[in-house]
C-alpha cells in the first residue's frame, strides 16, 4: 500500500477528491497564493484554486484572491453555489481518470524535451487545439514532450498538478493536420513511464463530453474513477 492510499483509507476520503488543495499545500507550494481558507495557483501558471470549506470566511478568501490575480475556476466533488458577491462564468463537469494499465511496449517516437524557450508554440498550439487551461508559466510545474514536424510543435502533453503520490497528465494535444498518427498516445505512455518511474500514479480530467479521449485514455490503461465539478468564478464587481 502506497503512502497516498494509506492516507486514504485513514481519513476515509482520497486525496484526488481534494486534488487541488492537496497539490498546492504540498508539491506545489511554491506556486501558491492564499492562506488557510482558500488557496489559488498563481495566474499566469493555472486558474485553479479550492477553499478549505463552503464557510463565508473561506469565501471572503477566495474573493480576495480573485480581486489580486483575477477569476478561478474550482474541481469539486459536489456542484458549487457560492456566495453573493460572485458571479459564475463557467460550468462544466470532467471525468477524473486513474491510471491502472501496464506499460507492455516501447515507444520509438521522436520525441523532444520541452522549455521555457518552446512557452510560445505550445501556447500557439494550445490556443488551436484547446486541451484545457495552458497559460505563460504553466510548464514549470513538470516535464513537458512534444513532436515536431519541420521544426514545427505539432503535439504535446505533459505534467500538471502534483500531490503526493499522484501527477496529473494534462495538454495532451496534437495539430488537426497530424491526427491519426499515434502521436497523443506515443506522449503519453511517455509520460506514464517518467510519472511512474518516480512510484507515482498518472492520473488525468477530460470532459466527458470528449468521448473520443475518453475512448484513447481508456486503451492507455486509465479507468474511470469519478466525475467532478469545474466552476469558474469571477468577482462582482460592487
Same mark, same amino acid.
Given at each position: 500500500m502506497?503512502?497516498a ?24 507550494q ?9 488557496i ?35 474541481v ?25 494499465g501496464?506499460?507492455d ?8 524535451r ?7 508554440e505550445?501556447?500557439t +498550439? ?8 495552458f497559460?505563460?508559466?504553466?510548464i514549470?510545474?513538470?516535464?513537458y ?16 498538478m502534483? +500531490? ?5 497528465i ?6 488537426a493536420?497530424?491526427?491519426?498518427r499515434?502521436y497523443?498516445?506515443s ?7 517518467t510519472?511512474t ?18 475512448? +484513447?485514455?481508456r486503451t ?16 462582482v464587481?460592487?
Amino acid at each position: 500500500m502506497s503512502e497516498a492510499e494509506a492516507k486514504r483509507n485513514a481519513s476515509g476520503i482520497h486525496p484526488l477528491d481534494h486534488v487541488v488543495w492537496n497539490a498546492l499545500v504540498a508539491t506545489h507550494q511554491r506556486f501558491a497564493l492564499g492562506d488557510g481558507g482558500a488557496i489559488r495557483y498563481l495566474a499566469d501558471v493555472a486558474p485553479f484554486a479550492a477553499t478549505a470549506d463552503s464557510s463565508p470566511e473561506s469565501f471572503a478568501a477566495l474573493r480576495s484572491l480573485i480581486e489580486a490575480q483575477g477569476p478561478v475556476t474550482l474541481v469539486t466533488t459536489d456542484e458549487i453555489v457560492p456566495p453573493p458577491g460572485f458571479s459564475v462564468i463557467r460550468r462544466a463537469v470532467v471525468l477524473q481518470m486513474i491510471w491502472q494499465g501496464r506499460l507492455d511496449r516501447q515507444d520509438e517516437l521522436q520525441h523532444v524535451r520541452l522549455a521555457v524557450a518552446d512557452v510560445p508554440e505550445m501556447l500557439t +498550439l494550445t490556443t488551436a487545439t484547446k486541451p484545457g487551461p495552458f497559460g505563460p508559466r504553466t510548464i514549470e510545474l513538470g516535464s513537458y514532450v512534444g513532436v515536431r514536424s519541420q521544426d514545427e510543435l505539432v503535439a504535446m502533453a505533459g505534467e500538471r498538478m502534483r +500531490l503526493d503520490g499522484f501527477t496529473e497528465i494534462s495538454a495532451v494535444c496534437v495539430d488537426a493536420a497530424f491526427r491519426g498518427r499515434g502521436y497523443a498516445a506515443s506522449l503519453m505512455r511517455l509520460l506514464i513511464s517518467t510519472i511512474t518511474a518516480r512510484g507515482e500514479t498518472p492520473f488525468l480530467h477530460v470532459y466527458t463530453s470528449n468521448r473520443t479521449a475518453i475512448s +484513447l485514455y481508456r486503451t492507455l490503461g486509465f479507468i474511470d474513477r469519478r466525475e467532478l465539478h469545474l466552476t469558474g468564478l469571477d468577482r462582482v464587481q460592487s
